[in-house]
């Protein structure tokens, strides 16, 4: 029988021609799939757009746009077994890299049409769907930095020039972090929850490996003192990330969880996959297995925690803690 599929199409994501680029999906996937395909608006998102193809009962979701755009239709598929592909064609393309999915479009589309898939876990944050990660603080403030016409004239380097930028208004808060069998207090700079992360990703990068079908979400906290100490541990991290080890600063911490409610005093803006979505306190949850996308598998190893050495660190372990799971 043949296959058939939902294209979702974001003409105007990443810096390519959208033409050419739907041109080309079409050429490669319509000899095997029936495309019915959909452009997302200004006004319509990809996550309405997702949601009333499920409503309709597609066979498969194909979204194709930035991490905005596929995070959304992403959204949609939780939980129904509704296979998920992906054509990145944005400007960072965490999604891709992050979940092993090759990012230029011929070999995207290879992947969909050998029909491979797999389950992973997704996260919510406060209720919203999260595949990739959420930040606090300082990934936040700088992809608030990292507006459309920054994207457009500088591409992947406006992330790294609002980084820059950013690292002038250096700040710290106080954080507050309950597990289902602690609360840890600390200051930062930065508090990242990562269901799955790419390396560049970097303030994710406190465990030796971020991984998306473990049933766990992973911590990292960064909390340098300086702007001098927060340039050292971001190098540090970036090392790690490239190395696949774990970090050895002390102002750097991480640990793995099923769920965290994070209290921030000020409270700080939070980032979930890429767009900004409120601000702190947020309560981050996984749920193991909730997407099956077409993907080539990723491999798993252990992790520990790490939060010794963090300023101010108090950690308290609650009564009613579980630590039998
Ligand atoms: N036809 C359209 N016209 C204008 N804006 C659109 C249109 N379709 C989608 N959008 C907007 O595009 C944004 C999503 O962009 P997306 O993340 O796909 O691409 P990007 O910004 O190039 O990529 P990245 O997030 O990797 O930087 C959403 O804010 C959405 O409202």
Same mark, same amino acid.
């Given at each position: 029988?043949?296959r058939?599929?939902?294209?979702?199409f974001?003409?105007v994501?990443?810096?390519?021609d959208?033409?050419?680029?739907?041109?080309?999906?079409?050429?490669?996937?319509?000899?095997?799939?029936?495309?019915?395909i959909?452009?997302?608006?200004?006004e319509?998102?990809?996550?309405?757009?997702a949601?009333?193809a499920v409503?309709? %009962?597609? +066979?498969?979701?194909i979204a194709?746009?930035?991490?905005? *755009?596929l995070? /959304?239709? #992403?959204a &949609?598929?939780? %939980?129904? +077994?509704?296979p998920?592909?992906?054509?990145s064609?944005g *400007?960072?393309? /965490?999604? #891709?890299? &992050?979940?092993g999915?090759? +990012?230029?479009?011929?070999?995207?589309?290879?992947?969909?049409l050998?029909?491979?898939?797999r389950k992973?876990?997704?996260?919510?944050c406060?209720?919203?769907?999260?595949v990739?990660?959420?930040g606090?603080g300082?990934?936040?403030e700088?992809?608030?930095?990292?507006?459309?016409?920054?994207?457009n004239?500088?591409?992947?380097?406006?992330?790294v020039l609002?980084?820059?930028q950013?690292?002038?208004?250096?700040?710290?808060?106080?954080?507050?972090?309950?597990?289902?069998?602690?609360i840890?207090?600390t200051?930062?700079?930065?508090v990242?929850?990562a269901?799955?992360?790419p390396?560049?990703?970097?303030?994710?990068?406190?465990?030796a490996?971020i991984?998306?079908d473990?049933?766990l979400?992973d911590?990292?906290i960064v909390?340098?003192?300086?702007k001098?100490?927060?340039?050292?541990?971001?190098f540090?991290?970036?090392?790690t990330?490239?190395?696949?080890?774990?970090?050895?600063?002390?102002?750097?911490?991480?640990?793995?969880g099923?769920?965290?409610?994070?209290?921030?005093?000020p409270?700080?803006k939070v980032?979930?996959?890429g767009?900004l979505?409120?601000?702190?306190?947020?309560?981050v949850?996984?749920?193991?297995?909730g997407?099956?996308i077409?993907?080539?598998?990723?491999e798993e190893?252990v992790l520990?925690?790490?939060?010794e050495g963090?300023?101010?660190?108090?950690?308290?372990?609650?009564e009613?803690?579980?630590?039998?799971?």
């Open positions: 029988m043949r058939s599929a939902c294209l979702i974001n003409p994501a990443g810096q390519g959208p033409e050419l680029e739907l041109g080309q999906i079409r050429a490669m996937l319509e000899p095997e799939i029936d495309l019915d959909y452009y997302t608006t200004e319509i998102d990809a996550d309405q757009l949601y009333a409503e309709r %009962g597609v +066979d498969a979701i194709s746009g930035g991490d905005g *755009t995070s /959304a239709a #992403a &949609a598929v939780v %939980g129904t +077994d509704i998920f592909g992906i054509i064609r *400007t960072a393309n /965490a999604f #891709a890299a &992050a979940l999915i090759p +990012d230029t479009i011929a070999v995207a589309c290879e992947t969909i050998q029909g491979k898939t992973v876990d997704i996260g919510y406060n209720d919203q769907p999260m990739l990660l959420a606090i300082f990934e936040a700088t992809v608030e930095r990292a507006d459309r016409s920054a994207k004239r500088f591409g992947m380097l406006a992330y609002a980084g820059f950013e690292l002038r208004n250096f700040q710290t808060f106080d954080v507050e972090i309950e597990t289902e069998d602690k840890i207090k200051t930062a700079a930065a990242t929850v269901n799955a992360a390396p560049t990703s970097v303030l994710a990068q406190g465990p490996g991984f998306v473990d049933g979400l911590l990292t909390a340098p003192v300086s001098a100490g927060a340039i050292a541990a971001t540090h991290l970036f090392q990330a490239s190395t696949g080890t774990a970090v050895e600063r002390n102002d750097i911490g991480y640990l793995r099923k769920q965290f409610k994070i209290t921030t005093d409270p700080q980032v979930v996959d767009e979505v409120g601000t702190t306190p947020i309560e949850r996984c749920v193991p297995a997407l099956t077409f993907v080539p598998t990723v190893e520990t925690e790490k939060l963090l300023p101010n660190l108090t950690v308290e372990l609650k009613t803690a579980d630590n039998g799971e």
